[in-house]
């Protein structure tokens, strides 16, 4: 159980235009979800946290008019890149929790973002 | 500042070797303690968890951790590892509604 989807898994989009990756609760109703990015040989860097039906709360330094998170239902979130550039080429990785107590994130598989 | 620190960026160990990681935090009061890994190509998954009770966490793949309270650490083990076990690990502890990841240790194991 608790399984975390992404699509699409690749994505490569020409600099000024905008891509959206969702990401999905496949088996379970996520009350937060939580997007990251992450560089070669490196750790997770926290973007923003999102709750259901809530403005997402952006990490300090991350542009929130650039990175667009909605979450509009218990078991999707999506992160849209408007105006992408080459250097917000990365790998991003969402992942979910549930209100259990224990604080843990299950994981989806990542979204390889190239900007030409 | 409060943090999560993993000492050993890159470990290269054959096959059969032992394993012990790193994991140091520095936040005061109850704390949760995980450990995730990321097989290459792969999401990063729970190895194992520590909530209270048991300092020592048995995880899957024969894993297992020990929480030190009075030395802040929560290093994880095998005895014995396996080419398969060539990941990044990752400790983390929960604050503030998301958790906090250590650097990561890339481990290499040789066949």
């Known amino acids: 159980g608790a399984v975390v989807s992404q699509h699409p898994s690749r994505v490569i989009c020409k600099s000024g235009t905008s891509v959206k990756i969702e990401c999905r609760s496949l088996?379970?109703?996520?009350?937060?979800m939580f997007w990251y990015r992450q560089f070669p040989k490196k750790s997770l860097m926290l973007m923003a946290t999102s709750n259901e039906g809530s403005k997402a709360t952006y990490e300090q330094g991350v542009e929130k008019d650039k990175f667009l998170i909605n979450h509009a239902s218990l078991t999707l979130s999506t992160l849209t890149v408007t105006s992408a550039h080459p250097e917000d080429s990365s790998f991003y990785i969402c992942s979910a929790s549930y209100r259990d107590g224990t604080y843990e994130q299950y994981f989806g598989p990542g979204t390889r973002l190239t900007v030409t | 500042a409060q943090s999560v620190s993993q000492h050993n960026h890159h470990v290269i160990l054959s096959e059969a070797a032992s394993l012990e990681l790193g994991c140091n935090y520095s936040y005061g009061g109850t704390v949760n303690l995980f450990w995730y890994v990321q097989y290459p190509g792969q999401h990063l998954q729970l190895l194992l968890k520590y909530f209270s009770g048991d300092p020592l966490v048995k995880g899957i793949k024969g894993f297992e951790a020990e929480f030190i309270k009075s030395k802040f650490s929560f290093n994880l083990r095998k005895p014995s590892v396996q080419w398969s076990d060539t990941a990044e690990y990752f400790c983390a502890v929960p604050r503030w509604g998301k958790l906090i990841f250590g650097q990561g240790t890339e481990l290499s194991v040789k066949p």
């Open positions: 088996d379970f109703q996520a009350t937060t």
